[in-house]
């Protein structure tokens, strides 16, 4: 009879030989109906906030440790769960995320190019990449995950663990997250539908023609700065000084004077255009430009772990010889034989090479699913091994891609496919390729969280590729409402990474960029990073509208005073009270963002309760209040919702 969980202590490790929480020969309930009902339910909440998260600014947060605390309390309250079925509730989960990054990170650029991106190849583009990413996991997991215990610490895999065994903790860390969750559905709620306050306070000095200072006081935004910190927070920052406060008033002082349009501008003169216009028609290549080097110097800087994971870990697959052998092993050793996710990779080239959306033949289709696969395998290995040493948020997943891209068109332009209609092969490629490395970043954080706890790797391995599907259908679903209410490119939906890959595609297919702007921003960025700073937070922070990056700078303003009075240690870092509360928020203002596109939509439709719900503001004239009175408002709710954070942020006794 199976032991219960609450009542195994952490056993003593011995040796060299690695003990988990859970031993071995202990089995207790994993993959049951409920864990894979609540974990397909959060897979849904935080896909959908993916989404909306790498629309909006170009980045994704974690799910594990949020998941990993809800499921903890939740089932304190349906009904107790073993710290097995909590570990798979946040592995099935999990993949909502690092699928929703992988997709809006590349995906979104066939519609930057004009094409039409159904719900049906974002679901199977989505499917098929998120799978390989399980797949081709499963004969590295000894190599990265046990044979390097020690060396490799996967901190969010790890970070997750320590919550998942200090479980007497999950009442009270729940209530962060839930408070959260409440706080940042309720307040995006009365800002964005109920038009209560404004959006983006900001102001326009007449003194100084062209500049713009903007924040959006959004909760997801706060959120997210609170997570990553000052330091890439200010990174942010500074690039949106650069762009909004230097180049625009430059190109304003300098532009204004000239008598007809200056490209790649289609229908205003310089004087005619707003900061917002110079933005869309200038700054949007500049910065694409910096992010293109900010990519490319990250991926070079990770090119000797890049070689030394790719020839270790394929090292380990041709040592391997106990195949099938999985019975014979021990629970914590018992992974998908390798023959079947070889097998399993092998099948998925068979939808590929018969979708309707991959122009040309079947050769055409046939090199597009090899690729897939080839850069596919690389980048997990690639992947699974850095987010091993520096965690899921530092891995150059955008710079893999980016390599994924350029090669796929050198190699297109080589054998003459340079039409325009090949950009969708090579989007379809590089998009499969990222969801692979995405998930299989994730996927190795999840394994690793198993080995600490006891879970059972092939029960983990088969509920990641539920997780994967699951999460795809909302993904899918949600990427395609918010680009026909909201729009993607437009300016709440800017999707940077997805721009960046369009213009990579666009400039080596088609020849169309204005390569003199994209050249600048490149080079902007090599002046960046000689200076010591990072030059891709601060080229997404040059990219992006000005409001984003100021609510993000203020997060991190808030995190670095906070860790400041309540010494949180390294070890603290990831489950501090604070994060959670940050978590919450983020899942609260992203529902409330797609609750608000969903209004949005039935607005459009006709319908009179969307409509009702839009104008309370302005019925009541909280809306057009005249500056700067109506900022100010907005600015003491954000104030209000700063307080709220750092309350929640205090360390518990």
Not at 58 to 68: E, K, Q, R, Y
Request: aromatic share 10%.
């Amino acid at each position: 009879m199976a032991e219960s969980a609450e009542h195994l202590p952490p056993p003593e490790p011995s040796g060299q030989t690695h003990q988990p929480y859970v031993p071995a020969k202990t089995k207790l309930p994993e993959l049951t109906l409920k864990v894979i009902l609540l974990g397909v339910l959060f897979g849904f909440l935080f896909g959908a906030t993916s989404v909306y998260l790498g629309l909006k600014i170009g980045l994704t947060v974690s799910a594990s440790i949020p998941v990993a605390v809800l499921s903890i309390s939740l089932f304190r309250v349906l009904g107790r769960a073993n710290i097995l079925e909590n570990n798979m509730v946040q592995t099935i989960a999990s993949a909502g995320e690092s699928i929703g990054a992988g997709v809006v990170f590349t995906l979104p650029a066939l519609f930057l190019m004009g094409f039409d991106l159904s719900y049906s190849t974002i679901l199977i583009l989505a499917s098929i990449g998120g799978i390989l990413g399980v797949l081709f996991m499963i004969p590295i997991r000894r190599s990265l995950i046990v044979k390097e215990h020690g060396v490799l610490p996967y901190p969010e895999g790890t970070a997750c663990a320590d919550v998942l065994i200090a479980g007497e903790k999950g009442g009270s860390l729940a209530q962060k997250v839930f408070l959260g969750l409440g706080a940042g559905f309720i307040y995006t709620f009365g800002m964005r539908i109920l038009n209560l306050w404004k959006v983006a306070p900001g102001w326009e000095p007449q003194w100084f023609k062209g500049a713009a200072i903007r924040g959006e006081v959004s909760p997801e935004l706060l959120g997210v700065g609170y997570i990553i910190g000052l330091r890439i927070s200010g990174y942010m920052l500074s690039g949106g000084v650069l762009s909004w406060l230097v180049l625009i008033p430059l190109i304003k002082f300098f532009g204004e004077m000239a008598p007809g349009l200056i490209p790649p501008a289609g229908s205003l003169t310089i004087a005619e255009m707003t900061p917002d216009d110079i933005w869309a028609d200038y700054i949007r290549y500049i910065g694409g430009g910096a992010v293109v080097f900010g990519g490319i110097i990250t991926l070079l800087k990770a090119l000797p772990t890049i070689w030394s994971s790719f020839r270790e870990n394929f090292r380990e697959v041709l040592d391997r010889r106990n195949v099938g052998g999985a019975d014979t092993r021990l629970r914590t050793e018992r992974d998908i034989p390798v023959f079947w996710a070889i097998l399993g990779a092998v099948a998925l080239v068979i939808p590929i090479t018969f979708m309707p959306i991959i122009p040309g033949g079947f050769v055409t289709h046939l090199a597009a699913a090899v690729l897939m696969v080839f850069f596919g395998f690389f980048f997990v290995t690639v992947a699974s091994r850095i987010v091993g040493l520096v965690g899921s948020s530092s891995s150059p997943i955008s710079g893999m891609t980016i390599t994924t891209l350029m090669i796929t068109c050198l190699i297109f332009v080589a054998l003459g496919w340079t039409g325009h209609e090949f950009a969708v092969v090579a989007i379809a490629i590089g998009g499969v390729v990222c969801i692979a490395a995405a998930n299989g970043g994730a996927t190795s954080q999840d394994l690793k969280t198993g080995y600490l706890v006891g879970a059972t790797p092939r029960n983990q391995q088969i509920g990641l590729i539920i997780g994967v599907v699951s999460s795809s259908l909302v993904v899918g679903l949600t990427l395609f409402y918010l680009h026909s209410t909201l729009v993607v490119g437009s300016m709440d939906l800017t999707a940077p990474k997805a721009a960046l890959m369009a213009i990579i595609v666009d400039g080596v297919l088609t020849q169309q960029l204005p390569w003199d702007l994209v050249l600048a921003g490149f080079f902007m960025g090599a002046v960046i990073q000689l200076c010591g700073v990072e030059a891709l937070p601060f080229a997404v922070g040059a990219y992006l509208p000005m409001e984003i990056s100021v609510p993000i700078f203020a997060g991190g303003v808030l995190k670095y005073f906070v860790d400041k009075t309540y010494k949180f240690t390294t070890a603290e870092a990831e489950t501090t009270p604070g994060v959670l509360y940050s978590s919450g928020l983020i899942a609260g203002g992203a529902v409330g963002g797609i609750l608000w596109a969903v209004s949005r939509g039935m607005e459009s439709g006709g319908s009179g309760l969307a409509k009702g719900l839009l104008n309370v503001g302005p019925n009541l004239g909280l809306t057009g209040l005249p500056f700067p009175v109506g900022d100010l408002v907005s600015v003491a709710m954000f104030t209000l919702l700063c307080v709220s954070l750092i309350v929640m942020s205090r360390k518990q006794k």
